[in-house]
């Protein structure tokens, strides 16, 4: 159980375009998500927490203009990456915690790994 | 959320038990234990978590001291697949938001 999956896995762009990654919680309904970004050899760092139905909230120098966060059901939230640059290039990574209260662990996608020429 | 601190690095044999300390001196009441391993280019995976009692799964046993200031993990009979990054994260307040330091590189030998 607790099965989040993230799509997709490698994205290779050209600088300048938008870039989507989506989110699922396959088995269970999640009111809350995270995103986490990770650059080599580097722990996670969070993004921002994203609610159903609320707008997120973005981590202290995380531009919410630049990373767009949509969290339209219970079970999907997308990150989007508005006019990527390389330096936006990093292993993305989603969660999403099981049941509304705050101890519930959270359970993690596989990743997307974005490259941006 | 409280810090944790973790030894950067740590070796086990292959069938042997690895025992993964962390301190959490600053830990809050209120706050949960969490324990995660991250193999190479993949998310995180959840271990398992704890307030005050001692907690196992299938995977491993959080053991915690009685003044929640420390804990360890223990991996019964580590095999090579054990080999990852493991984080000891100390959260669970604050609209469950985990905060990741840089973990302990466990690597299994045959």
């Known amino acids: 159980g607790a099965v989040v999956s993230q799509h997709p896995s490698w994205v290779i762009c050209k600088s300048g375009t938008s870039v989507k990654i989506e989110c699922r919680s396959l088995?269970?309904?999640?009111?809350?998500m995270f995103w986490y970004r990770q650059f080599p050899k580097q722990s996670l760092m969070l993004m921002a927490t994203?609610?159903?139905?609320?707008?997120?909230?973005?981590e202290q120098g995380v531009e919410k203009d630049k990373f767009l966060i949509n969290h339209a059901s219970l079970t999907l939230s997308t990150l989007t990456v508005t006019s990527a640059h390389p330096e936006d290039s990093s292993f993305y990574i989603c969660?999403?915690?099981?049941?509304?209260?705050?101890?519930?662990?959270?359970?993690f996608g596989d990743g997307t790994r974005l490259s941006i020429l | 959320d409280a810090k944790t601190t973790q030894p950067p690095s740590m070796d086990c044999a292959e069938g042997r038990a690895a025992n993964l300390p962390c301190n959490h001196s600053t830990i809050s009441g209120n706050e949960y234990v969490y324990w995660y391993r991250q193999i190479h280019s993949q998310g995180p995976q959840y271990i398992i978590h704890?307030?005050?009692n001692n907690e196992t799964n299938e995977m491993a046993s959080l053991i915690i001291t009685e003044d929640r200031k420390s804990s360890t993990l223990i991996l019964p009979h580590a095999t090579l697949r054990d080999t990852a990054v493991y984080y000891c994260?100390?959260?669970?307040?604050?609209?469950?938001?985990?905060?990741f330091g840089q973990g302990t590189i466990l690597t299994v030998h045959p």
């Open positions: 088995d269970f309904q999640a009111t809350t």
């Open positions: 994203s609610n159903e139905g609320s707008k997120a909230t973005y």
């Open positions: 969660s999403a915690r099981v049941g509304d209260r705050g101890r519930q662990p959270q359970h």
């Open positions: 704890g307030l005050k």
């Open positions: 994260i100390v959260g669970g307040t604050s609209y469950g938001k985990l905060t």
